[in-house]
């Protein structure tokens, strides 16, 4: 076995010894006695060098008459001290500040002490610089005594770590109080495949100082250079919420080189000061949301939903399922999912019920464009609450069948608002999409459709009905987010469809947490959900690559393909007749949207024909006729080739697949 192997296992035997209990005992019994004993040869030999330093001359015979006497004293008030404040019972692994404040005040007073004994038995042979200097020299000895087993130890470790295979050489952003307490996590952790070079921080007051023995190397903008040097391939980031602008530009500054990136929990600030590598997670898109998280007052969606009978259409779909979680949370009377799809649906209320026992959940397969089948379930299940998410969504597929959009998201929509308004419920909620406004897309216009359909029925119904438009959410069935992830893990390339590009995007339980509040709240007849700022996609593809430890255009190419059929440029959340507008609560936007045409219903009669004949054509025309402001795109020229390097790009690219 080779030196560094028997090395590290008697480490790994001591380790398992304090496990298990073995050396505490052994340490009880006689581990403060050999303390004791290195103490007091040390506290003789410091003495003794005093007083060698001092008469450097030679010593005078006075004074080598009464050293030994002087020494067996200040043995013996040393070792009083270190007994009395508990040091002579030590973690060699375990010590810290504190016990270093302990030993300091242990020597001090012990100092004092011995300083009146001098003065009293010593004061004519023994100078009391002789005392001063034996302060220095002991608080040192001891101090080597206690710390450097711990320091040797923690460098043992740290070059093991080093030079592990799988090593990964480390960085951490932040040398505030979380990186602190990271960093000595992994100190302490053998198995840690992070090899920390250093630390980066912007504050000024923290460069070139030292943080658990490792470095502060520089400031956040000297990421690029410092990595090139050190050869980092993980960065952590230990920046307790760091704001959405932080880390894009954190990527950027790394989107040249080839690391991977982990954050602490945004949660740090209620972990009670403790975090450990464990709680360490990738960076994911949601990081780069330019906005500010949105907090939830939970009493207040329980007041609204607890103890009622809820339906949620669409209930398998991403925003569907999400709105059921969150309402199945707060103890409603009974729970109706609605959805085509049996396979999702089953899985669903599988998992709902065994996470909500208590809750009534019904599952029920039905297609929404049928009438009967929607006005047996109101009869059935009687819902006050009914939130319609059920709809195509998918833009391209939508406009190569412009009939299936029409009969499932217009007339289906109508199907349900009808069995809302027959049975009684009280409110009728419509998840709508920015693609309703100024629509290019046929399902852009069926959403717009669908929301004037629901205000049509609104003026003749006691139900109360809203609309509640938002854009994109990440990680939705079909979103840009999971199509970019599938293909970086493919290897690229990473196709993106314009350079020109943006998009809204929201996460999905708070774009549902907005939604119930907007659509149980009472509010108004459209409510609009404050998205941000709009997200330029040629970044966000590039920051997905990054964030994987990839570089984009070099490691994974992105590939420009061309705006689709119905896709525009950018997305609005409201048209010009609409921008009266009144923010009624955080997020949360309400708007009043011109009426629908007196002949509403002779026009939506046609649509009807012309979707069940499957009249392409004829289905346009008539949502032009209903719609004005429906401008069906015109599309460019195909395009494919390669984005150039990235930081050539000023603009962002379209999103490749959408939802409402």
Not at 112 to 141: C, D, H, N, W, Y
Not at 143 to 168: E, I, L, T, V
Not at 525 to 538: K, W
Request: aromatic share 6%; with cysteine; glycine share 6%.
């Amino acid at each position: 076995m080779k030196h560094g192997q028997k090395v590290d296992a008697l480490v790994m035997d001591v380790e398992s010894q304090e496990a298990s209990g073995e050396a505490p005992r052994r340490a009880h019994r006689f581990g403060w006695l050999r303390m004791l004993g290195v103490d007091a040869v040390l506290i003789a030999c410091s003495l003794r060098f005093a007083t060698v330093l001092h008469f450097a001359d030679g010593m005078p015979a006075a004074c080598r008459q009464a050293l030994p006497l002087a020494m067996a004293l200040l043995v013996a008030v040393r070792l009083v001290t270190l007994v009395w404040l508990g040091l002579h019972r030590w973690s060699f692994h375990r010590s810290g500040i504190h016990e270093a404040v302990r030993l300091e005040l242990a020597s001090l007073a012990a100092t004092i002490v011995f300083e009146l004994l001098r003065t009293i038995f010593f004061a004519e042979v023994l100078p009391g610089q002789v005392v001063a200097l034996e302060f220095f020299v002991t608080t040192t000895l001891l101090g080597f005594h206690r710390f450097a087993p711990r320091m040797a130890r923690q460098w043992y470790m740290d070059q093991q770590r080093a030079r592990a295979q799988g090593s990964q050489r480390t960085l951490i952003v932040g040398a505030g109080s979380a990186g602190d307490l990271l960093l000595r996590d992994l100190l302490r952790d053998r198995t840690s495949p992070w090899h920390v070079i250093g630390l980066v921080d912007d504050d000024p007051g923290k460069q070139g100082t030292f943080l658990n023995g490792k470095p502060v190397l520089g400031v956040l903008d000297a990421l690029p250079e410092l990595m090139r040097k050190h050869r980092v391939t993980q960065v952590l980031i230990a920046i307790p919420r760091l704001s959405p602008e932080r880390t894009r530009h954190l990527l950027s500054l790394c989107r040249h080189q080839s690391v991977s990136f982990k954050i602490i929990p945004a949660s740090f600030a209620y972990l009670d000061q403790k975090i450990t590598a464990a709680m360490l997670h990738d960076l994911s898109p949601e990081h780069l949301l330019p906005r500010d998280a949105i907090a939830f007052d939970h009493e207040e969606v329980h007041r609204l939903v607890t103890g009622r009978r809820i339906l949620v259409t669409g209930g398998a779909g991403s925003i569907g399922s999400e709105i059921v979680r969150q309402v199945a949370g707060h103890s409603p009377a009974s729970l109706v999912v609605v959805d085509i799809n049996e396979n999702e649906l089953y899985l669903l209320v599988r998992q709902l019920q065994s996470r909500y026992p208590n809750v009534p959940v019904h599952s029920v397969v039905a297609d929404i464009r049928d009438l009967d089948r929607m006005m047996r379930i109101g009869v059935e299940f009687a819902p006050q609450y009914v939130f319609h998410a059920a709809a195509h969504k998918h833009v391209p597929l939508m406009e190569d069948s412009p009939e299936e959009a029409i009969k499932n998201n217009v007339f289906g929509t109508q199907n349900v608002a009808r069995m809302a308004d027959a049975c009684g419920a009280e409110r009728f909620i419509l998840i709508s999409t920015d693609k309703a406004v100024k629509p290019s897309s046929v399902m852009g216009a069926s959403k717009r459709l669908a929301e004037m359909v629901i205000r049509d029925i609104a003026t003749t119904s006691r139900t109360t009905f809203c609309a509640v438009r938002f854009g994109n959410v990440l990680g939705s069935a079909g979103s840009v987010v999971p199509l970019f992830k599938q293909q970086i893990q493919a290897g690229g390339p990473v196709t993106v469809t314009h350079p020109d590009c943006t998009r809204y995007f929201m996460i999905i339980p708070e774009a549902v947490g907005l939604v119930v509040l907007a659509g149980l709240g009472g509010y108004g007849e459209l409510c609009i959900l404050d998205m941000g700022e709009p997200v330029r996609i040629a970044e966000l593809a590039a920051n997905m690559i990054t964030m994987t430890g990839l570089v984009p255009d070099k490691d994974i190419p992105i590939v420009y393909t061309g705006l689709r059929p119905g896709e525009k440029l950018e997305e609005v959340l409201m048209s010009e007749e609409e921008e009266l507008t009144q923010q009624v609560r955080n997020r949360i936007k309400v708007a009043r949207s011109p009426a629908p045409p007196a002949d509403f219903q002779l026009q939506l009669k046609r649509l009807d024909r012309a979707a069940r004949a499957g009249d392409v054509h004829d289905v346009k025309r008539a949502l032009q006729d209903l719609l004005p402001a429906y401008t069906p795109s015109k599309m460019p020229g195909p395009v494919a080739k390669v984005l150039p390097a990235f930081p050539a790009v000023k603009a962002s690219t379209a999103e490749q697949n959408v939802s409402a």
